[in-house]
């Protein structure tokens, strides 16, 4: 009897104890379960992203309106532009700066900047090879260098982070807040203000020269002269012709000039920066091939 008892209380001990292990295994795999979900932020619903998300939409929306209507496209364009410092804002209050809001807030201005001269070029074809040299340039520079500061500078680093022993311009440029806001709020200013002189100044767009209804046809003047019924000239309102006269004098032009003479210089300037930024990350990328190979025993001597 006393051994039957013995082997029933071992089992039944054996049992709770199987019980409680069971218990702190669950205990355990929630523990780990939760550290996991931790680590698994849905990085594309932080703030950050959210409002990149927002400039996206908005910069669309400019590209719809920007053929006729320039009043709501500039607006639009300016909100997305302004947005880009309050997604920074927002990282460094939310404790969410990622690498993936990095890239998209670069790819999102590269664009945006890009689809407006890519407007102006058609706008201004004689000029066409001028604003194609422009994006080439914002595109190229700024692709090397984040390519050069993910190769050579290591997984994690931010392109922002420059040294100054590297490059005293590039690193004012990144590393103070102000400069960085004012060279790209000013750039995309300039590229607005000529934007809204396509659509206004008789001086760059000749085309915006009408005859004076009831007048001689060899008559022109300036400014906001009454256009015949589109229909009556043109087969298709989609037309070439069409979409020139609908645009045609929609707005005085003399704020557009004061816009373009006060952000041209920093627009310069923002130019050079790029053309800097080119130069040092080409010469950083050519170091780092040097040092491999040195490292591999190149260049071989040849018997």
Avoid at 114 to 119: I, R
Avoid at 149 to 173: C, F, P
Wanted: proline residues 5%; positive net charge.
């Amino acid at each position: 009897m006393n051994g039957v008892r013995t082997r029933k209380q071992a089992k039944d001990a054996k049992g709770e104890n199987g019980h409680a292990n069971g218990n702190t295994a669950i205990r355990d795999l929630k523990r780990t379960t939760g550290a996991n979900s931790v680590l698994t932020e849905n990085i594309f619903l932080f703030w950050p992203n959210i409002i990149g998300y927002s400039r996206i939409v908005l910069a669309i929306a400019s590209l719809y309106y920007m053929p006729l209507h320039p009043r709501t496209c500039s607006g639009l364009y300016s909100i997305s532009c302004l947005l880009d410092a309050l997604d920074g804002y927002a990282a460094r209050y939310f404790e969410q700066s990622t690498q993936f809001g990095a890239v998209l807030d670069m790819v999102t201005d590269r664009c945006t900047t890009a689809c407006l001269l890519v407007f102006l070029s058609s706008a201004w074809p004689r000029w066409a090879l001028l604003f194609q040299c422009l994006i080439s340039l914002d595109l190229a520079s700024h692709y090397m260098h984040m390519y050069a500061t993910l190769t050579m500078a290591g997984k994690g680093r931010s392109h922002k982070k420059v040294d100054e022993n590297r490059s005293r311009i590039l690193h004012l440029y990144y590393t103070n807040k102000s400069v960085l806001f004012a060279f790209c709020a000013l750039n995309e200013l300039f590229f607005i203000a000529l934007y809204l002189l396509s659509f206004s100044s008789p001086t760059l767009s000749p085309s915006l020269l009408q005859p004076i209804p009831g007048g001689s046809a060899s008559s022109l003047q300036p400014g906001n002269p009454a256009h015949l019924v589109p229909s009556s000239l043109f087969a298709s309102p989609y037309s070439a012709g069409a979409l020139e006269l609908a645009r045609a004098n929609k707005m005085d032009s003399f704020v557009p000039w004061v816009l373009a003479g006060i952000s041209f210089p920093v627009m310069a300037g923002k130019q050079f920066i790029n053309v800097v930024q080119l130069v040092k990350a080409s010469r950083w990328l050519a170091e780092g091939d040097n040092a491999t190979r040195r490292a591999q025993g190149l260049p071989r001597k040849r018997n």
